[in-house]
C-alpha cells in the first residue's frame, strides 16, 4: 500500500526557474493538502483541495499553484522560484476534512 | 486564530526516563487535538488523538488528555526508548468550528533526543 507518493524527494532550482512537485495518493481520500515546513517553525499550508477541480489558499499560497484534475493527485507547481522557497514540502491526505492525515516523505527543495 | 504553542527543543533524556512535552492552543469552538510525530527522513505520522473535552488518546504508550479548562494537551510517556528519539508535532483541527483553510494547524515541533 504505497499512501501519498511525492516526487522528486529532492532538487535545486536556480532562482527564476519552475517546476512542479508531484503528489499521487492510492487511499481515495477527497481532501488533500500541501504544507511548507522551515527549520524551527513548524508546518505551515499552502493550498488545500476537498476534491477534484476544487482548490483553496492555505496560510502561505503567494508563489505558487496548484491543480487537482482527479482524485489521486494534486502537484504544487512553483513558477518563479525565489531562495525564500528553500524548504522541505509535505503532501498529504485525509478522508475527513483537518482529520488524521497522512503525510508523504517529503520534497526537500533548494533555490539558489 | 487559531494557535499551537509547544515547548522549545531540544530536549533530551535517557532511557527509561519519564517524558512530557507540554502543548497549549488557542482555537475557537471545539477543536480536536493531535500528536505527530516525525522520524528521521520521513513524513509526519498521527501518534494520537483527542476529540473532545477530557478524552485521552493513547498509542506506543504515549499518552495525552485534552484539558478545556486549562486549554492543553500534554504528551507524556512513562519510560522513554532510544527509538522514541523523533520530533513531535502537537496541532488542533478547527473542522468542526468551520476553520476552513485554518483547518489543521501545527505547532512549531519538539526535537525530542533520548540516550542510552
Known amino acids: 500500500n504505497a499512501g501519498v507518493t511525492q516526487t522528486p524527494k529532492f532538487r535545486i532550482l536556480k532562482i527564476g526557474q519552475s517546476m512542479t512537485l508531484q503528489c499521487t495518493q492510492d487511499?481515495?481520500?477527497?481532501?488533500m493538502y500541501w504544507y511548507r515546513q522551515d527549520p524551527g517553525m513548524g508546518l505551515k499550508l499552502i493550498y488545500y483541495?476537498?476534491?477534484?477541480?476544487?482548490?483553496d489558499k492555505g496560510e502561505v499560497p503567494n508563489g505558487y499553484n496548484v491543480s487537482r484534475s482527479t482524485t489521486e493527485d494534486f502537484p504544487l507547481r512553483l513558477e518563479l522560484a525565489a531562495p525564500s522557497q528553500t524548504s522541505v514540502y509535505f503532501c498529504?491526505?485525509?478522508?475527513?476534512?483537518?482529520?488524521?492525515?497522512?503525510f508523504g516523505e517529503g520534497s526537500r527543495l533548494t533555490v539558489l | 486564530g487559531n494557535s499551537v504553542t509547544q515547548m522549545e527543543g531540544p530536549v533530551t533524556l535517557s532511557e527509561e526516563a519519564f517524558l512530557t512535552i507540554n502543548c497549549t492552543y488557542t482555537a475557537t469552538g471545539y477543536p480536536s487535538l493531535f500528536w505527530y510525530v516525525q522520524y528521521p527522513g520521513e513524513g509526519l505520522q498521527l501518534l494520537l488523538k483527542?476529540?473532545?473535552?477530557?478524552d485521552k488518546g493513547s498509542n506506543k504508550g504515549f499518552e495525552a488528555t485534552y484539558r478545556k479548562e486549562t486549554t492543553s494537551f500534554h504528551l507524556e510517556k512513562g519510560s522513554v526508548q532510544v527509538s522514541d528519539s523523533a520530533v513531535y508535532f502537537c496541532a488542533l483541527s478547527s473542522w468542526y468550528s468551520g476553520g476552513g483553510a485554518d483547518g489543521l494547524t501545527f505547532g512549531k515541533g519538539t526535537h525530542l533526543i533520548i540516550q542510552p
Open positions: 487511499m481515495n481520500h477527497n481532501y
Open positions: 498529504a491526505s485525509s478522508s475527513l476534512l483537518a482529520e488524521e492525515l497522512f
Open positions: 483527542a476529540t473532545k473535552a477530557d
Open positions: 483541495s476537498v476534491g477534484a477541480g476544487i482548490t
